[in-house]
């Protein structure tokens, strides 16, 4: 199974970027959709982007359309969630994931490796 480590939160202003990666070892990286999630407190954790196997298509929440960009390096091992014109509502802490399954609504809320998660957090 591949495991996967997230780095790249932070504090940040509203209107700032943050770019986080999350880097996978241990099997083939383009055998995974690769994805990110996010859970802000008291709230259930949500879907905010994924990208195919080679990186042909990318899906957003609609909450991240526009805002946020998902893209992949197969040859690092690495996914990464560039986001920008960051609001309050953005904080979270934000979960890598991967999934052998092509994507789906259903794969998604059934995937099956996660990361730690790493803290994103955006002031007013």
């Known amino acids: 199974q591949v495991r996967l480590q997230e780095s790249g939160g932070g504090l940040v202003q509203a209107g700032g970027s943050l770019r986080l990666s999350c880097a996978a070892s241990?099997?083939?990286?383009?055998?995974?959709?690769m994805a990110w999630f996010r859970q802000a407190p008291g709230k259930e954790r949500e879907f905010v982007a994924a990208?195919?196997?080679?990186?042909?298509?990318?899906y957003y929440a609609d909450s991240a359309k526009g805002r946020f960009t998902i893209s992949r390096d197969n040859a690092k091992n690495t996914v990464y969630l560039q986001m920008d014109a960051l609001k309050p509502e953005d904080t979270a802490v934000y979960y890598c994931?991967?999934?052998?399954?092509?994507?789906?609504?259903?794969?998604?809320?059934?995937?099956?490796?996660w990361g730690q998660g790493t803290l994103v957090t955006v002031s007013s």
């Open positions: 994931a991967a999934d052998p399954r092509p994507f789906t609504k259903t794969t998604m809320q059934n995937v099956e490796v």
């Open positions: 241990g099997r083939t990286f383009t055998n995974y959709v």
């Open positions: 990208i195919s196997r080679g990186a042909v298509y990318t």
